[in-house]
Each structure stands twice: as structure tokens, then as C-alpha cells.
């Protein structure tokens, strides 16, 4: 199995976020559409996590 960038983890995070979202614009009750949205934010708290370890690794003086 090959090794996965911490940039692309990121991006697909954040389209997997961006479709949950999408998909709840779309839903038909209010109980799909929370769980969508939960689901989103939780998604997009993982992806924000991930982009903020790519920063710390960038800063210099890291040692990441």
C-alpha cells in the first residue's frame, strides 16, 4: 500500500466535507439534514486538524 501526503489527506477531507454540505442542502427532513451537517463538521474539524500540522511543519525552527 502506498503512503498518502498529509496534503492530499487534507483535500479529501475537505471534499468529502464539501459533499456532505452539498448533500445537505438537498435533504428531505430535518433529522437527515442534522446528521449531514454534524457529519460535515466533523469531517471538516479533522481536515482543519491535519492543514494545521502541514503549517506546523513549515514554521521554521520545527521539528516535526
Do not use: C, F, W
Amino acid at each position: 500500500m502506498s503512503e498518502v501526503s498529509d496534503i492530499a489527506v487534507y483535500q479529501k477531507l475537505s471534499a468529502v466535507a464539501d459533499e456532505l454540505d452539498q448533500l445537505a442542502s438537498q435533504g428531505a427532513s430535518l433529522i437527515g439534514d442534522a446528521a449531514l451537517n454534524t457529519a460535515a463538521r466533523t469531517v471538516r474539524g479533522m481536515a482543519s486538524a491535519v492543514y494545521e500540522h502541514i503549517m506546523a511543519d513549515r514554521e521554521p525552527g520545527s521539528d516535526n
